[in-house]
């Protein structure tokens, strides 16, 4: 495989905006991206956007706005990994040789559905029965507190730490820290989730530059390395699930980890899927950060934060950044690429050579989750 390089990011920053559709916002951050980049609409050979409330032909409708028209474009659905799936297909495009320079996007407006849980996909068994996203973060939680002996403050760390790195995140939906009383004392979702241990439905976009190390040459830009990417899906079986293992998560990282030939250990910072509070706990642990039903113990000793042994979610996470869905992967990426160029000012981790990305999502009938995506980059 050729390598893969990142050769400049754009976000469009994420919060309530609702007057501005999920093409709108994509068309946003691809215009900032290619005058960040000064990369000509004719030099793009392809192009992937990712969305799953976005519409038909997202990604045509962004791109031709700026001018690349003709190519060949993809609008890709993979749930909460649909922007992640899209960075995955360009990279494939290019490790491959059949592709110099990629555009990936995600874009989302979630202000549409007027507020409550997202709706998820129809005709699905567990869903016809009233699972929703809360609910079924809201059993892992339970079984997680239940067997390891974490309480609902633990939970409520994880918030503290996230909303205090996006309070210096200038794209975050919400810029402000929070107190364990606040989590504590905010109105009950599902137990024992509460508002603030919550992320919130928020709209916004990202696009990334991916290109050939030739044309990351001629660019001239700061350029980091994809090393691994990895797409799993859920495996289905219809027996006992263990909720407090994402077998998912273990599974793509794995796959991620062996094709960078690194590891937990060589990760200086992580962009993890946090949608919940408990989901911190459950991914870091399937990623490697920590032993199982352990991790909240490291969050409680400072373990994750940003100075700490390993830095989870410095931009502050979808707790704080907001989670426009098919834009949240992208983001990630995003937020990777100023850490390792060094261009992350306040949100910067010192010293920061080896990033992981890792963004699942999608709840059907018979598997933990339905996608997955990881990517690790690296300054080399």
Not at 142 to 170: C, E, I, M
Not at 216 to 241: D, K
Request: charged share 20%.
């Amino acid at each position: 495989m050729k390598p893969v390089f990142v050769a400049g990011a754009a976000v469009h920053p994420f919060g309530k905006q609702r007057e501005l559709s999920a093409a709108e916002l994509g068309y946003r951050a691809v215009r900032d991206l290619i005058q960040s980049t000064g990369i000509t609409p004719d030099r793009v050979d392809t192009g992937f956007g990712g969305s799953s409330y976005g519409g038909s032909l997202l990604a045509q409708r962004v791109l031709q706005r700026v001018g690349v028209s003709g190519q060949p474009v993809y609008s890709v659905e993979n749930a909460c990994a649909s922007g992640a799936s899209a960075v995955h297909l360009g990279w494939q495009a290019i490790a491959a040789g059949t592709a110099d320079c990629v555009i990936a996007f995600g874009a989302e407006n979630l202000s549409a559905f007027g507020g409550g849980t997202l709706p998820l996909t129809t005709a699905d068994l567990e869903i016809d029965q009233g699972m929703v996203m809360p609910g079924a973060y809201a059993m892992r939680a339970q079984r997680y507190l239940h067997d390891f002996g974490a309480t609902p403050d633990d939970l409520g760390r994880v918030s503290v730490k996230n909303r205090r790195n996006g309070a210096d995140n200038p794209r975050a939906h919400f810029q402000k820290a929070v107190t364990a009383g606040d989590v504590a004392e905010s109105r009950p979702v599902a137990d024992p989730l509460r508002l603030l241990h919550c992320c919130p439905n928020s709209d916004g976009a990202a696009a990334v530059l991916l290109c050939s190390e030739d044309v990351a040459r001629e660019l001239g830009s700061p350029t980091v390395r994809i090393r691994g990417s990895a797409v799993r899906s859920g495996l289905f079986h219809t027996s006992y699930r263990d909720m407090t293992w994402p077998d998912i998560t273990a599974r793509t990282a794995r796959a991620a980890y062996d094709m960078a030939e690194l590891g937990p250990a060589d990760l200086d910072l992580v962009e993890l899927h946090d949608a919940f509070s408990i989901a911190e706990l459950l991914h870091s642990e399937a990623l490697g950060l920590a032993e199982r039903g352990q991790a909240f113990k490291a969050v409680s000793a400072g373990e994750f934060d940003r100075d700490g042994r390993v830095a989870v979610s410095p931009s502050g996470g979808l707790l704080s950044r907001g989670h426009p869905v098919g834009a949240t992967g992208v983001t990630q990426i995003c937020e990777a690429y100023w850490q390792l160029t060094g261009q992350a000012g306040a949100l910067q981790v010192p010293g920061a050579e080896v990033a992981l990305t890792h963004v699942t999502g999608g709840g059907i009938f018979g598997v933990d989750n339905g996608a997955c995506a990881v990517h690790i980059l690296t300054t080399t």
